[in-house]
């Protein structure tokens, strides 16, 4: 797997940095989680190309995780070099049947196009993994939203863990048990408690619990200009950190 943080910003509108969206490249398909406000573009600015997505994994539905969906799917459907039949997969949390009515209720005739498109509405509780040609996809509730869901990724024996947003949670821990490396958010500054997001002292919380080897810092505002890396680490976190721009590419 080859994982690019697409957009590593939040709800704040930065010119460097689009809101969230992560592409994951698998041995024979592209994955993408979360299409937040700019990923499309972003995608081209990392070199990957939007038309290449053959699966979209939401963690929630919340805007700058969700919006840039109707102009992939609207380019897809308009200006594809050709036209596409293969198929892509749309996959959110429950009840992402009703999101996603209501989205296609809006944009339906712009943007779902003539291919093969199912949808998948996950349980909260992931009983079975999802089965990609090259990697088994688990799931697990985050503390967010009531939705609200991250990914881990198993693959060749490495394991990938996205959390979305998130605050401290037991079963973000569980997710991300042994993880070769966590993508987590950290949307609070430090000393300051944003509901449903992540503090450096939750972050550094949730990657020693779970053991994980690496974690990379997403979904942070950069205005606020401090060293999150050390801010982890003086949170008492012993293994790697990286703290991701829009681009950042690196493998599990
Ligand atoms: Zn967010
Ligand atoms: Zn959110």
Not at 63 to 90: G, N
Not at 175 to 196: H, K, Q, S, Y
Not at 205 to 213: F, W, Y
Request: charged share 20%.
């Amino acid at each position: 797997m080859e994982i690019t943080v697409v957009g590593s910003g939040t709800v704040l509108p930065e010119l460097e940095r689009r809101q969230s969206c992560v592409v994951v490249e698998t041995a024979s398909e592209t994955l993408v989680f979360d299409l937040g406000s700019g990923a499309v573009r972003g995608m081209l600015r990392a070199g990957i190309d939007p038309f290449s997505v053959d699966r979209i994994f939401f963690t929630h539905f919340h805007p700058d995780h969700t919006v840039d969906v109707v102009p992939l799917l609207f380019a897809i459907k308009y200006a594809a070099r050709e036209p596409r039949d293969r198929k892509l997969v749309i996959s959110g949390p429950e009840p992402f049947h009703r999101f996603w009515a209501a989205l296609t209720n809006v944009w339906g005739e712009w943007m779902v196009g003539d291919y093969p498109m199912p949808t998948v509405q996950l349980p909260l509780a992931c009983r079975v993994p999802v089965e990609t040609p090259d990697c088994q996809i688990f799931w697990a509730k985050t503390e967010h939203r009531p939705e609200s869901i991250g990914y881990r990724l198993e693959a060749a024996g490495k394991t990938f863990v996205y959390t979305g947003d998130t605050a401290y949670g037991e079963s973000v821990v569980a997710l991300a048990r042994n993880a070769d490396t966590l993508l987590i958010e950290c949307g609070a500054p430090a000393g300051g408690e944003v509901p449903g997001h992540l503090t450096p002292e939750g972050v550094a919380r949730i990657a020693s619990e779970s053991g994980a080897r690496r974690v990379v810092i997403t979904h942070f505002p950069a205005f606020l200009q401090t060293d999150l890396a050390a801010e982890v680490r003086a949170a008492g976190y012993e293994g790697e950190i990286l703290t991701a721009e829009d681009g950042t590419k690196f493998s599990p």
